[in-house]
């Protein structure tokens, strides 16, 4: 289900945005930090709920994807793709990933929903940075990776803005949550076990 093997098809569609920043004179580690400003954006929509909020934090989250996309082209495209950039990008997308998910959690009070989703997302990425580490090369496979979880956050949030009721209990949020919380550690267990084969 991962959109990560459709990367090759987002950098043809991301070169006229890239030229664009390019040209506006925008250097890789400014999208990043844009993108990120978007992230924090989203998790205040989400908290504040209600329904020009949702539409408002699912728009947020989408143009946190796309510039996420374009800070790594832009690097490459200006020749100054670098381990430091690297690492602001995970960082920040790492934080990005927080605050979305903790204001999802706190505009509808659903706090153990929220540390189980954040705990599966953080270990998912967890999981892709430590295969790294140990010489297997950068993770972005299993069942879902950061550009569906985007997906998914952008999807659940304009579904919340327009049809908020609960279905057996759950708002649309509370789902999303749930769906991160069994679906993120599921993930992250197959990364390991994906890395651990490849060890053995």
Known sequence: MTLDQYRSVANRLLEPFVGAADRLGLSPDGVSVVAFGFALAAGVAFY???????????????????????????ARAQGIASEGGDL???VLDRYADIAMLVGLAAGIDAYGLGLAAVTGVLMTSYLGTQIQAVGLGRAYGGLVGRADRLALIGLFAFVAAAAPRPVFGLSPVGWLLALFAVIGHFTALQRFWGAWSDLS
Request: proline share 0%; hydrophobic share 55%; no cysteine.
């Open 48 to 74: 504040l709920g209600g329904t020009m909020w949702y539409a408002l934090g699912g728009l947020f989250v989408f143009l946190n994807g796309w510039l996420d996309l374009v800070d790594g082209a832009l």
């Open 88 to 90: 602001l990008d995970h």
